[in-house]
């Protein structure tokens, strides 16, 4: 039976009939899967959200109810078609009916109810979201900005933490994170949180600044702080050529390290960026006095006397 012109092969009736198989196959036509994702496809390309919300309906109704996908597609088009109440009486019967293990179904039941305005509800679902064994990517954040909004800042902290953790590159996680350890007055996550997300590039002058801040005012507490605190002003001066306070701290740090002629020019540069301040002019001054220009020092403190008390 096996052509033994190639051993092992196929026998020779099952190569004449392949070309049946393939026939029969080709006779049959694409499959309901397939037509549902042409259609499906089509129906977005073509921005016709009825056309998608009769779709995911045909999907949920032919699953019975059981198809996470079909339920959190049907709930997403709902809520884009106006129909949040009915998105989330949809969800909470799938919900009820997965006894609540499907984390995707969860979290969408969670936004829903967060469009809705009942972000208790939300909050709750987002507790029971992120222990599912399925936890949606991104379920932590969610709890973090729900927590935070309740005025929850230790547990959001630890929920952004967690967020971080489960998303190392993630900007906004990074960003949530800095907020709550900042209403939470913990300068030590804050602080290592901002030291990653300046790693990631693209951070703020306001954030910049800041980490310079906590880089001085931790001290020995972390490692390389000087270092991180200069390249943090250095960063805000890249992306803001006009930042006087960034100047200034490193006109100072500067003084702190006796490089008096590299003080003498940041100090000169902040004073022509704010010249109505008066806390910057004296230390101006006092860098003058350092590298013997007594007389501009002296004009200087003048100058700054004759100004309102002011600072940034």
């Known amino acids: 039976m096996l052509d033994r012109s190639v051993p092992g092969g196929p026998s020779k009736p099952m190569i004449r009939l392949f070309p049946v198989f393939l026939l029969c196959a080709c006779a049959a036509g694409p499959t309901p899967a397939a037509i549902w994702t042409r259609d499906m496809a089509t129906a977005v390309r073509e921005q016709d959200q009825l056309a998608q919300l009769q779709l995911w309906r045909e999907r949920h109704q032919a699953a019975e109810g059981w198809d996470p996908v079909a339920l959190v597609g049907l709930a997403r088009t709902l809520r884009r078609t106006g129909q949040p109440e009915v998105a989330a009486r949809v969800l909470s019967a799938g919900d009820l009916r997965l006894e609540g293990a499907s984390g995707s179904v969860a979290l969408e039941l969670a936004r829903t109810e967060q469009v809705l305005g009942r972000q208790e509800q939300a909050l709750l679902i987002l507790e029971r979201v992120v222990v599912c064994a399925d936890r949606p990517r991104g379920a932590w954040l969610e709890l973090a900005r729900a927590q935070l909004r309740a005025g929850q800042v230790a547990r959001a902290v630890k929920a952004a933490t967690s967020a971080v953790r489960e998303q190392p590159h993630r900007v906004d996680a990074l960003d949530l994170l800095v907020l709550c350890a900042a209403q939470g007055n913990d300068p030590l996550i804050e602080y290592d949180a901002l030291v990653r997300r300046m790693g990631l590039g693209g ?20 490692p390389r702080g000087l270092e991180r605190e200069i390249s943090a002003l250095e960063r805000a001066i890249e992306r803001d050529p006009q930042c006087a306070r960034a100047h200034r701290m490193l006109g100072n740090i500067a003084l702190s390290t006796q490089d008096h002629g590299r003080a003498l020019v940041y100090f000169e540069r ?11 002019l004296f230390e101006y001054a006092n860098c003058l006095d350092t590298v013997g220009q007594e007389e501009r020092a002296r004009q200087t403190r003048e100058h700054a006397r004759r100004l309102p008390n002011s600072d940034e």
Do not use: C, F, T
């Not at 306001?206 to 801040?213: F, N, Q, S, T, V």
């Not at 902040?270 to 910057?280: H, K, R």
């Open 270 to 280: 902040a004073a022509e960026l704010d010249p109505g301040n008066q806390a910057l």
């Open 203 to 222: 951070m703020d002058v306001l954030h910049l600044i800041r980490l310079a801040e906590l880089a001085h005012s931790l001290g020995d507490q972390r």
